[in-house]
């Protein structure tokens, strides 16, 4: 079961890029989604939320987030957003996804989405510029974040 849905850990994620000061475009919202997912599945073994994530060109996508703030287009996100109800465990997940990702720029996020197996094994056989709505695995996010913690863990040994 999910910890909260895909709004409300994007809403939790507006709010606090407002809070800090540091702009979100819905591009760069996109990206700290997936990896707040994927660190949480690697994690803890559940999904954040529910929502599924495509591999669209320009990376990772929630795509119903997307449809709620595309009207920003590539300007920051300035709707008055309140920071939701969630659990520490929830809260502390996302500020910690926001503390390591959240100073990359979206264009940043983007090249490193684009590195990383989850993404290029959802588009795999796609041209770089196609648009496609193929899914992001929870089993493919749990898999790659679990081995990029492994080797962090390693490199810190």
Same mark, same amino acid.
């Given at each position: 079961?999910?910890?909260?849905? +895909? ?11 407002? *809070? ?43 795509? =119903? ?12 996100? +300035? ?12 809260? *502390? ?22 590195? *990383?197996?989850?993404?290029?094994? +959802? =588009? ?21 974040? =679990?081995?990029?913690?492994? +080797? ?6």
């Amino acid at each position: 079961m999910a910890e909260c849905t +895909a709004k409300q850990a994007a809403e939790f994620m507006i709010a606090f890029s407002q *809070e800090v000061q540091e702009p979100i475009t819905n591009l760069k919202l996109q990206k700290l989604l997936y990896y707040a997912q994927g660190w949480h599945l690697a994690l803890y073994g559940q999904p954040l939320f529910d929502d599924p994530i495509q591999a669209w060109p320009h990376g990772p996508v929630v795509p =119903r987030i997307y449809g709620e703030y595309k009207h920003w287009r590539w300007n920051p996100i +300035a709707d008055e957003v309140a920071s939701p109800k969630l659990s520490d465990h929830v809260s *502390e997940h996302l500020k910690e996804v926001m503390d390591v990702y959240g100073a990359l720029t979206a264009y940043h996020l983007e090249q490193l989405t684009h590195k *990383e197996e989850p993404w290029t094994i +959802a =588009r795999a056989g796609i041209p770089y510029d196609e648009p496609s709505n193929e899914v992001i695995t929870q089993a493919s996010m749990t898999e790659y974040f =679990r081995k990029v913690a492994a +080797a962090n863990a390693n490199q810190t040994a």
